[in-house]
């Protein structure tokens, strides 16, 4: 049987399904590796935790600045006491706090935070 080389740009065309599953088979991918009855995904515990670390950080800053739009909300609304401003206020900034130093101990910069949706933009 002739061998193919395959590079990014390869296109295949085929009416045989097998012509595909051989061709498939013989690209590496990151992360995957062969051995026993197939491929499995090597995932590092690292990344990981780090990933999802990431994931909950971005949504937990989200939360945060809706909160931070709304409080602002209320207080133009005037439907805050100055007492409750000052307390919201104290409870924002300890939440920015604590935010920023889990950002640095998972090892993450601000804008690793702000995930791309694509044609919807960036989250934050």
Known sequence: MEQ???????QVESDSIDDFT????GRQYPG?????????LNLDQQSVKNG?????????????????RQAVRRMEA???TA????????????????????RKEFGLEDDDLNLDLGPLGKLL
């Open 4 to 10: 193919m080389v395959l590079t990014e740009s390869t």
């Open 22 to 25: 051989r061709i498939m088979r």
């Open 32 to 40: 995957l590796s062969r051995g026993g009855e197939g491929e499995r």
């Open 52 to 68: 999802l670390g990431r994931l909950v950080l971005t949504l937990i800053k989200l939360l945060h600045e809706l909160l931070e």
């Open 78 to 80: 005037g439907s805050l």
């Open 83 to 102: 007492g409750q401003t000052e307390e919201l206020g104290i409870a924002l900034m300890g939440q920015a706090q604590e935010i920023e130093r889990l």
